[in-house]
Structures are given as C-alpha cells and as structure tokens.
C-alpha cells in the first residue's frame, strides 16, 4: 500500500479508516482519518486492509473550459488561497494551497447554474501571510472587476485572518455589488469538506441585493445554510469546526439555504446599486494591537512609542481596562501624536470606562473608547484613518464608518 491510499486498520478490535500518510517512525502506519486528524498506529499490530488506492484529488481537479450560460449574471472569483484551494500533499502530509480560482469553479459544477464566472489569481498563500499592503492589492482588484462589469464579487480565502481582510476591505470600498469571502475549514479532498457548499452559498450571496462586504461560511456543523456576516462584524470562533464563523455583537445579515438557495436577511443592509464604486485603498500599516495581560510590563507600551507606532489598539480586560500602572504609557502615546483605542478581550459587548477609577483615569489620559467594535475591526479601522483621515482619528474611531459600532447592542447577540 501507498502514500495517499485510503485504507481500514483494525487495532485491539478497534477499525479506523482513513488516507496514509507519511510516517516518521519504523514501523509505524500514520493514517488521516475523515475528522482531519492523523493517528499512528503500530503496523505489527494492525491488520491492514485497501479501501482505495489513491486518487489524484477527489474532487479538484484541472481546469476545465467552463459553460458560459445565457442570462446568468458575471460574477468574478479572486482567489488569494487557503484552505478551499488547498488538498494535502502525501508527500508531507500538510495541507498546501494549490488551486486557483477557476480550477475551484471546475471542481464544483453547481457553481455553473449560478453565474457566469471570470477568475484571477491574486495570491496563493495561507492567510496568516496576509498583510496590509496585500489588502490594498485586493481592494484595488475588485475595484477593476467592479469597473468591468461584475455584478458580484467571490474572494477564496484562508479562514485564520478572513476577518481583518473583510474589515479593511470594508473601510477601503464603498460598493455597488456584493463583495463576498468565502473559506473552508476542511481541504476538498476530506469527505467532511466544507468547500463546495460554502462556494455555492457564497455565489448566491454575490447574485444578491446584499451590496456589502460579506463573510459566507457554514451557518451549523451541518450542511443546512451558510450565514452571511457582515464584513466589520465577523470573528473566527472556533479552530476547526465548520461553523467557525459567527457574528458578534450583531446577528448575520441573513443566511442562504443551501438547498432552495434562497436568502433570508435578518438585518438592513445596503442594497444592490445604492452607492456609486468608491476605493479609498490607503491604509497605515505600522499601528499594533496590544493585549494586556494580568502584571504585564507597562514597558510594553513604550516600546511601541520608541518604535514609533503610528497607533495602538489595546485589547483591555472586561469594560476596557489596563492595570494603573499603564496609564502612563497612555498619556506618553497620546502626547506625542499616537492614538490609543481601547477595546475589550470580551469580544461581546461595550467598552464604558466610566464605570470604573481606571477607566476614568484612562480617559483622562487620552484614551479612546472603541465601542462594540472587535480589537482586530478597531484596528484595521485606524489603520484606515490614519491613512485618509488622520484629524479624525478621535471622533470616527468612536462613528460607525461601515456597520462597524452600533449605539445599543441587543442582548441576544
Ligand atoms: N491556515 C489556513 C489559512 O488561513 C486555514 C484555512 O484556510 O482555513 O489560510
């Protein structure tokens, strides 16, 4: 038997099946089982059995000339890598990123009753090598696609850092049609994949009237819906479960069923052709956000300061709070031109440094309230200001720019 052949192994009367990959021990079998996790097992005492010899990829495969139908509308598919466009290698054993947009598109034919489809490769990366100068590329590429014709937008993405890509895309466009990123948790060559069914949520939320940047992803562990989230609103909550993605602070926009296609929104939304295309593609990339963590070093700060950060966004416990002993390292910041925005490592809810001695004694020090935005939302926002607006930092980081803030924040979410 082979690397990449999917066997069953019967061990202590125990059966597990799974794909084999390579081993680093003698005598040892290593297979990946359809949950994603790779056991070892010792071969001498296993009995051993083929299921299937491998296949090249079992669902991906080269592109194919795709059908382009009559009234369907052009959508454009911007691929930056990730997950969804990634199987794993059997010579290493990882998941690696090595399929482009169209080949996505191949590999899933109900893609095709949606939209007709143009692709581009924009990066083939995993997400954690994301960074700001790569967002500016993207807004700058679905600002073309826009300017071209496309009446909807699909961005393929890793899921890790899928929320601050929507957050700066967020901020840098203003749009007339759906831009929407979409991910998979599991690599399309796993039975428990999540790629073709997000893919197809994806492309029905990009035919919508939902004019926003959206995140598309597995609505539950099951294959019923995917929700939409909106792009400012969005957290990766889980590490591996299909349903990662929630909204926080907000409900999603709306789901899509998987099955009739259908939208149902749960939130107002821009709709399709409300704003004229706007790309403001600017952002400031030396800014930091800061976890404070229990008798932590107030040196931290400074540090930033010396290094001549042009922003900090603090992640404070509970309201938005740091020890007293950072105070100091708030008003130095804010003194020489640096803003400091606070926001909670709560995830959910407000910051309200009224409450409290040290929230109060922050405030006097300069810092500024980040409301119910997400610590990673605040901080690509300020990137973003201080690139285009930067006599406004004060007042817009505490205004909603793109669905960012909301003034009261329903006790459901
Ligand atoms: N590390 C991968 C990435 O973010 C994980 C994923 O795509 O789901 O690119």
Redesign the pocket.
């Known amino acids: 038997m082979d690397l990449g052949d999917r066997i069953s192994v019967e061990r202590d009367g125990t059966c597990y099946e799974g794909v084999i990959m390579p081993s680093r021990r003698e005598g040892y079998v290593v297979i990946k089982l359809n949950n994603g996790y790779n056991i070892g097992l010792d071969a001498a005492k296993s009995r051993m059995q083929l299921v299937q010899k491998r296949q090249e990829s079992l669902t991906m495969h080269k592109d194919r000339p795709l059908q382009k139908k009559e009234g369907l509308p052009q959508v454009s598919i911007l691929s930056t890598?990730?997950?969804?466009a990634s199987k794993v290698d059997y010579r290493t054993g990882a998941v690696t990123s090595q399929f482009s947009a169209s080949e996505i598109i191949s590999a899933i034919p109900e893609l095709e009753e949606i939209a007709n489809y143009r692709s581009r490769v924009i990066y083939q990366i995993?997400?954690?090598n994301m960074r700001a100068e790569y967002w500016i590329k993207l807004a700058n590429s679905v600002a073309e696609e826009i300017n071209e014709g496309a009446k909807g937008i699909i961005i393929t993405h890793?899921?890790?850092?899928m929320m601050y890509t929507a957050a700066a895309l967020s901020f840098m466009l203003k749009t007339p049609v759906p831009v929407v990123i979409v991910?998979?948790?599991r690599s399309s060559d796993r039975p428990s994949s999540d790629a073709s069914m997000n893919a197809v949520c994806a492309a029905t939320a990009a035919i919508s009237d939902i004019a926003e940047v959206s995140i598309v992803m597995h609505g539950t562990t099951s294959d019923g819906y995917c929700s939409i989230h909106r792009g400012t609103r969005v957290r990766k909550m889980h590490t591996s479960r299909r349903d990662a993605f929630q909204s926080m602070n907000q409900q999603p926009l709306g789901k899509v069923d998987y099955l009739t296609r259908k939208i149902e929104t749960f939130q107002a939304y821009r709709h399709r052709g409300e704003v004229d295309l706007e790309v403001t593609a600017n952002l400031e990339p030396k800014c930091a956000l800061v976890k404070y963590t229990p008798g932590s070093s107030p040196e931290i700060l400074n540090y930033y300061i010396d290094k001549s950060y042009r922003g900090i966004v603090l992640e404070g416990t509970g309201l938005g709070h740091v020890a007293s002993d950072w105070i100091a390292g708030i008003k130095r910041a804010t003194e020489e031109g640096i803003p400091v925005v606070v926001t909670s490592q709560c995830l959910r809810g407000r910051i309200c440094d009224l409450v409290y001695d040290t929230g109060r004694d922050m405030l006097a020090a300069g810092a500024i309230q980040g409301e119910d935005m997400l610590p990673e939302v605040a901080l690509v926002k300020l990137m973003w200001l201080l690139a285009n607006r930067p006599d406004e930092v004060r007042s817009l980081m505490r205004k909603p720019l793109s669905g960012e803030i909301s003034y009261s924040t329903p006790i459901t979410v």
């Open positions: 890598g990730g997950t969804i995993l997400s954690e890793g899921t890790d850092t991910g998979s948790q």
